[in-house]
């Protein structure tokens, strides 16, 4: 058994104020005893604290209560330097990134082709003409290699929502990746049956408006897992440096716009091929689930936004292409939105598994399964050819041969979990959604909240938060659409919500997909 802390050790780590000693040795030593902690990795502990106490403190954690009370005097000017000793106790530093590239991109002009390549579309007959001239010019870029549009894409920055582009290896668009960087989708099965959304709907209501946060500002405190923070890619650039403790405040928190979190049932469907193993390996049959819809918060919102305009200011193309502008991955600032991409993508899954994993403490259930996708990022992937190039889909799914993925409806229309069948016109991808019939203005100049509450009674659907420019009626028909994708993926289970949490209305705050 660990021998005791004393006080003497406590204060190797700095000038600890005597008002303080009985806490810190009282935490200390609940560490060594209860927790069975090592002496060792408790004073680490305690020199993290000190080093950074507001993280601590908002935070939920082992010694988030001392952490507030030395932040607290922090905050009266009264400051706990850690001591050298001290600092001897803290986790090595992760090794400096270093950036493997040929130096600054230089600004260049370019023209577009003469004409566009050829790409598919799916659906074209719901698709708007905006989108299509979209697409259209995308395929004109001189770097382009290879495009699809998905049947539901709308018009959007640059590529259009629904866009997919293949582009040159060594090349990416920030637009084309759009401005919620890995934006995804995240569905957890539990073994629990349908009757228990009428048997506790009180709980699951409870559960979503006290274990979710959502809006620009929201952020959150408790955190369940906070490891995606210790990642060497939060040291790589100043950019990222910046970002990271709006990143760690907003961890386990969702957006604006489309962005929700839902209980509702899944209907898990026989196997139409047996010999297929790569699926959901659940009986078929009914089950509660969670289905989480959000991105990766102010942090990708402002790399894409840095680099976006660091592409244009770059890349110089005719007016209609402006928003195409790419970054050369051979350069350093094509290196350092790589990085951040990524990282984004790593902070993203994570966001979805806090909100999942409190979710279901909440239920005091693990889920038997969990299915989550990106669809807004960049792939590094080989053509039929073998050529390799960055495949960028902005609101489009994954799908490639047996690649699990999931397409939302609205807030009373059904999504599905889908097995991609590797479709090469495709490049490998399916819709990302229902896509959007009216713009943002056109819904609220059009629906009435009556016409939205009348929506949700005849789906039987409870919402918390929304506002019309999310109305059901705003969507395009799912079945439509996923129709028109039949040769994509192969359908597997139906999600049906019931109970739907998106941010509360606020029209003066931006939208954030």
């Not at 993508?345 to 979805?352: L, P, Q």
Request: proline fraction near 6%.
């Amino acid at each position: 058994m660990e021998t005791p802390i004393s006080i003497d050790n406590i204060l190797t780590l700095g000038p600890i104020p005597e008002s303080l000693h009985t806490p810190f040795l009282r935490v200390a030593n609940g560490l060594v005893q209860r927790a069975g902690y090592p002496t060792e990795k408790v004073m680490g502990l305690l020199a993290q604290m000190l080093q950074n106490p507001k993280k601590f403190a908002y935070s939920k954690n082992k010694v988030t209560n001392l952490a507030k009370a030395i932040y607290d005097l922090n905050k009266q000017g009264i400051a706990i330097p850690l001591s050298e000793a001290g600092a001897a106790y803290l986790p090595p530093e992760p090794a400096p990134f270093t950036l493997n590239t040929s130096g600054n991109q230089t600004e260049q002009t370019f023209d577009l082709r003469s004409g566009p390549l050829p790409y598919a579309i799916f659906g074209r007959e719901n698709i708007e003409e905006g989108a299509l001239k979209q697409m259209e010019t995308a395929a004109s870029l001189p770097i382009s290699v290879a495009g699809a549009l998905m049947p539901d894409a709308h018009q959007g920055y640059g590529l259009p929502i629904g866009g997919v582009l293949a582009t040159d290896a060594n090349t990416v668009i920030p637009f084309a990746v759009g401005v919620d960087i890995a934006c995804r989708m995240c569905l957890s099965i539990f073994d629990l049956p349908p009757a228990f959304l009428k048997r506790e709907p009180h709980l699951l209501k409870k559960s979503l408006v006290e274990q979710t946060k959502f809006g620009i500002g929201g952020e959150t405190r408790a955190k369940f897992d906070e490891s995606v923070m210790d990642l060497p890619e939060w040291t790589a650039t100043k950019v990222i440096r910046d970002l990271k403790d709006k990143a760690y405040r907003q961890l386990g928190s969702s957006g604006t716009g489309n962005h929700f979190v839902e209980w509702g049932i899944v209907e898990v469907y026989e196997s139409a091929d047996p010999s297929k193993t790569t699926g959901l390996n659940l009986p078929s049959g009914e089950y509660l689930a969670l289905l989480s819809h959000s991105g990766s918060r102010g942090f990708g919102g402002n790399v894409a936004n840095y680099y976006s305009k660091l592409a244009m200011l770059k890349t110089k193309l005719p007016k209609q292409a402006a928003h195409l502008a790419w970054l050369d991955l051979n350069t350093e600032e094509g290196q350092e939105y790589w990085i951040a991409m990524n990282l984004a993508g790593e902070y993203a899954s994570a966001n979805h598994h806090e909100i999942h994993n409190k979710l279901a403490k909440a239920l005091g259930e693990k889920p038997l399964v969990m299915i989550e996708n990106h669809h807004n990022f960049a792939w590094k992937e080989q053509m039929p050819d073998g050529r390799e190039v960055i495949v960028h889909r902005k609101g489009a799914t994954p799908a490639g041969p047996d690649v699990l993925g999931i397409i939302p409806g609205s807030m009373t229309q059904p999504g599905f979990v889908v097995r991609g069948r590797g479709d090469t016109d495709s490049l490998n991808s399916a819709s990302h959604g229902a896509g959007r019939l009216m713009s943002r203005t056109q819904a609220f100049n059009n629906i009435t909240n009556s016409q939205l509450k009348k929506a949700l009674e005849a789906a039987d659907v409870q919402l918390i938060g929304g506002d019309l420019d999310e109305a059901p009626m705003v969507y395009k028909n799912i079945e439509t659409v996923i129709d028109a994708q039949r040769d994509l993926v192969s359908v597997l289970a139906k999600f049906t919500p019931k109970i739907v949490r998106m941010a509360d209305a606020n029209r003066k705050e931006g939208r954030e997909d």
